[in-house]
Structure formats: C-alpha cells, structure tokens
C-alpha cells in the first residue's frame, strides 16, 4: 500500500497513567498482606479479597497494555498501510529488556551472597519470559511476579502479525465477537477440568480486549469517555461484588467473561469532567508515579518478599525512589534510543515502499 498522509498519532490520555499507580498499588498490597507474612488482625478475614484485589491490579495492566499499544499500531498503520515489525520489536525490547535483566541481576548478586535464594535456572526463565509455564522449579517468589511479563511478551510476540495477515483482527465488531467466544472457551477449558489452558486463554483476553477498543470508531470512544459518573460508579461496583463476595469456582468464570469489559469502561470512562475525579486522575503526581509503575512493579517483589516487619513499608518508599532515578537516567534515555531507532526503520521501509509503488506504477 502506498499511504503517505501524515500519521495521525492517537493522543494521551493522561489519566491512564493514575490508573497504572493504582493498579501497582492493588498489587502492593496484596504481596504485603497476603504473602509477605505480615500479619494484620482487621485484614485477617480479608486476605481472599485482599488477594483478588491484587490480581485486579494485573488484569488493568494488561487491559491498558492492549489499548495503548495497539492504538499506536493502529495509527502507523493508518499512516503507512503497514505496520514495520522490527520497529515495534526494537521499542518493546528497549522498554522491557533492561530493566528486567538489571533486577534479575541483582536477584542474583543477593543470590550469592546469601540474602535470598534464586537459582541461574529461576532468573533465566523469568529473563525468557517463561514464567508462566508449568516448570517444576517455578521462578522464586522473588522473580514470580514476572509470569505478567511473559503473558504480554508472549502475546505481544505474535499479535502484530496476527494484525497484518488475519482480516479478522481489524474490524472491531468481528473482533469483539471473536472475544467473545474465546471467553466463552476460556470457561469451558476450566470446567473440564483444563485449569492451565482456561488460564492460560483467559488473561489473553483481557489483552485482547484493549487492542480491541483501539479499533472502535472515534465517536464511539468519545461516549465511553463521557460516561455519566453514575454508570462508572455502577461498573466499580460489579467488579468490587465479584472480587468480595461471588465463590472463588465463580468468581474464575466472570472474571473470564465480565471482567475484561467492565475494566475497560472503568477506565476509559473515568469522567474527568467532574472536577473532584479530575483532582485524583489529572494530578501530575500521580501521572507521574504512574509512568515509572513499572520499575516499581519490579523491586516490590523483592522488598514485600523477604521484610522485617512494618519496615517494610520503608522499603517499598526506597522502591518508589529508585524507580524515579532508573526512570530518569536509565529508562527515559532507553525510550530515546529506541525512538530514534524505531523512527529509522519505519522511514526506511516507508522509502522501500514508496519505491515499490512507483516502480508498480510504471507497470
């Protein structure tokens, strides 16, 4: 194809970024009072809860995951008729790389001086995104948070291709009700008894689910963000019923077929319009604290898995610090770099298409 209008690139949308601090903070605290061992008597009744809430916290994540990354898939392609695959590749592994392997590291630098236990075996797994598979030896808890991270890289490994080659995938009404019927056989694999494949469906849902309303028509975006406060007021309710109070054995089931459309309205139709809402989702604090959510999903694991009390409350501030300063010096100047690249690569194969058109034309 020979598109060459100039690229449309879909604008932020600011509050997202608050709605990954929270989801990072829903995580937080389940590590803290549900696994760490910390003991609190007014939770005590309410670790299942507590625990649901925490995996509530993954599941925004991947749904944001979906929605932002293809939208921008959406936009290059709109622009070039194509999407260049190596430089999406080249943007993915710049983001995600090193900041893994520098925590794998020092995962293993404690590893050898005794402070934690981790095997080269555990790290490498959770380095090959593979932390989601079945392996006997598993990944320590200290890099078992990273089975998130195999779940996007694994689907994100495939799907762009899946965009260019399977017309399926770019019509939003043919793509909803493809996902739709995956959730129904995600529920299916379950009851029968499949529990790693109905799992293993079911979170490539929810990925699914924001790529999918990356395609919806503009206008019909706009309603979702205008939603009347009162309707974003009910669709937090239903999730916050199924996380307290439906049986575990159910509570799989909707979360496999409910779930991923009640968090994507909770969050694209935060309204904002409402000033008090705006005050939380609009505050550059926030914003900020959510742009740097992924060093801190990283070493929380660390901090809440090996504590010494209430300090570690302590710990997870140092996080909050740290993950400040890798932004800054490491993970900014890493985004920068796979920018200058990534734009090198599509220029080039837009040239190399330009040039295929004209020698088209001349046939």
């Not at 090959?128 to 490994?157: I, K, R, V």
């Not at 490539?204 to 706009?222: H, K, Q, R, V, Y």
């Amino acid at each position: 194809m020979c598109n060459t209008n100039k690229e449309v690139v879909p604008a932020r949308i600011d509050y997202i970024d608050v709605w990954r601090f929270l989801a990072v903070v829903m995580v937080i605290q389940s590590h803290i009072f549900v696994y760490s061992g910390l003991e609190v008597t007014l939770l005590a009744p309410y670790l299942d809860q507590l625990d649901r809430l925490g995996e509530l916290g993954v599941l925004i994540f991947f749904v944001i995951s979906g929605f932002v990354i293809y939208s921008g898939l959406v936009a290059e392609k709109s622009r070039t008729g194509t999407i260049c695959l190596p430089a999406f590749y080249v943007r993915r592994f710049y983001r995600i790389i090193p900041p893994l392997w520098l925590y794998l590291s020092a995962l293993l630098l404690l590893n050898a001086v005794g402070i934690i236990e981790i095997s080269p075996q555990q790290a490498l797994t959770s380095a090959s995104f593979l932390c989601n598979m079945p392996f006997p030896d598993g990944c320590s808890w200290f890099a078992g948070h990273t089975w998130t991270l195999a779940y996007e890289e694994q689907f994100y490994l495939a799907f762009p291709l899946l965009m260019l080659f399977v017309p399926l995938i770019n019509n939003s009404l043919r793509f909803g009700l493809a996902i739709g019927g995956l959730s129904i056989a995600s529920v299916l694999l379950s009851r029968t008894g499949h529990l790693f494949f109905g799992e293993y469906l079911m979170y490539f849902i929810f990925l699914l689910t924001g790529c999918c309303c990356a395609l919806l028509p503009e206008n019909i975006i706009s309603r979702i963000r205008r939603m009347h406060i009162a309707v974003w007021l009910v669709v937090i309710a239903l999730l916050l019923v199924g996380i307290g109070y439906l049986p575990v054995g159910i509570e799989k089931q909707v979360k496999a077929v409910c779930y991923p459309v009640l968090i994507l309205l909770m969050v694209l139709g935060t309204p904002t319009q409402i000033k008090s809402i705006a005050a939380v989702f609009k505050n550059r604090g926030l914003c900020y604290l959510g742009r740097i959510s992924y060093t801190v999903y990283l070493w929380q694991e660390l901090v809440t898995g090996n504590y010494v009390g209430w300090l570690t409350f302590v710990y997870i501030a140092v996080v909050f610090a740290f993950a400040m300063i890798s932004y800054r010096y490491m993970e900014l100047p890493l985004q920068r770099t796979a920018t200058l690249i990534s734009d090198e690569l599509k220029a080039t194969a837009v040239a190399a298409s330009l040039i295929e058109c004209k020698q088209d034309r001349q046939y």
